[in-house]
C-alpha cells in the first residue's frame, strides 16, 4: 500500500524548458514534504521542503507546490539544465511520526542537451 | 568532505552467511537510520536510533538488527541473509527527529547475495 505515490517512472525535457514533476500522497496526516535528487552509485541529497501550511516554497531554480485538498505537490524546475538528469524522490511525514519519511519510488528526469 | 561515510560500497556475502555494513558520520547528529532500497522501488525505513533509543519499524524482519556503539557509528547486522535481502543498504543522519531537519544520506552499501 504505497502512502507516496510517483505515477511517472520517467520524464525527459529539453534543456532550458520547465521539468514537473509529480507527486500524489494519500495519508491525510503528512503535512510535511521534501524532495531529494540521487546521482547514480550516490545517496539521495535534500532539495527542497514545504510545510502543509504553505503552498509554495522557492529557492532559485526549484519551487514546490502543494494542494493539499487534492494531496498533491509538484516539483518545478526552470530552467531545467543538463545536470539536473537524475532521480528525484518525493518524501512525505507526519508531526505524530517525527523524523519517520515514506518516500515514493523516483522519478528519472534526462534534460536532453 | 563526505559527512556521511557507508562501507563497504559493495558487498558480496553468502545465502545464510551473516554481514555487517557499516556507517559513520562526521556532522555529530542525534539520529541515524538504516533504509532498505530494492531496484526501482522506494527507500523503506528499516530502524533508527536517536541517540542510544532503537526504533525499529513494525515490518522490519528480525532477520534485521542494528547497532550503535557512539554518536559516529552505526551499524546493521543481517543474521542469515536471504536471496530476497539483496539491495542498497542507504544510511541517513539527522539532527533530531522534529520536522524541518532534513535527513542527510550516505552513497549506500550494494548488497549482493550468492
Known amino acids: 500500500d504505497q502512502q507516496v505515490k510517483q505515477n511517472s517512472p520517467s520524464l525527459s525535457v529539453q534543456e532550458g524548458r520547465i521539468s514537473i514533476l509529480n507527486c500524489d500522497y494519500t495519508n491525510s496526516m503528512f503535512d510535511y514534504f521534501l524532495w531529494y535528487k540521487k546521482y547514480p552509485a550516490e545517496g539521495p541529497t535534500f532539495l527542497i521542503s514545504i510545510s502543509s501550511i504553505k503552498d509554495k516554497n522557492e529557492d532559485g531554480r526549484f519551487t514546490v507546490f502543494l494542494n493539499k485538498s487534492a494531496k498533491h505537490l509538484s516539483l518545478h524546475i526552470v530552467p531545467s539544465q543538463p545536470g539536473d538528469s537524475a532521480v528525484y524522490f518525493c518524501?512525505?511525514?507526519?508531526?505524530?511520526?517525527?523524523?519517520?519519511?515514506?518516500f515514493g519510488p523516483g522519478t528519472r528526469l534526462s534534460v536532453l542537451p | 568532505d563526505a559527512m556521511v561515510i557507508q562501507n563497504p560500497r559493495y558487498q558480496v556475502t553468502q545465502f545464510g552467511k551473516p554481514v555487517t555494513l557499516s556507517c559513520s558520520q562526521t556532522l555529530n547528529h542525534n539520529v541515524m537510520y538504516w533504509y532498505q532500497q530494492k531496484s526501482s522501488q522506494a527507500p523503506k525505513l528499516l530502524f533508527h536510533?536517536?541517540?542510544?533509543?532503537?526504533?525499529n519499524e513494525a515490518d522490519t524482519p528480525d532477520n534485521f538488527q542494528s547497532r550503535r556503539p557512539n554518536t559516529s557509528f552505526c551499524f546493521l547486522d543481517i543474521r542469515s541473509p536471504g536471496l530476497g535481502d539483496a539491495a542498497m543498504y542507504l544510511c541517513?543522519?539527522?539532527?533530531?527527529?522534529?520536522?524541518?531537519?532534513?535527513?542527510?544520506f550516505g552513497d549506500g552499501t550494494r548488497l549482493s547475495i550468492l
Open positions: 541517513a543522519t539527522s539532527r533530531d527527529r522534529i520536522q524541518g531537519h532534513p535527513q542527510h
Open positions: 536510533y536517536y541517540d542510544k533509543d532503537f526504533n
Open positions: 518524501a512525505a511525514s507526519a508531526k505524530n511520526y517525527g523524523q519517520n519519511f515514506v
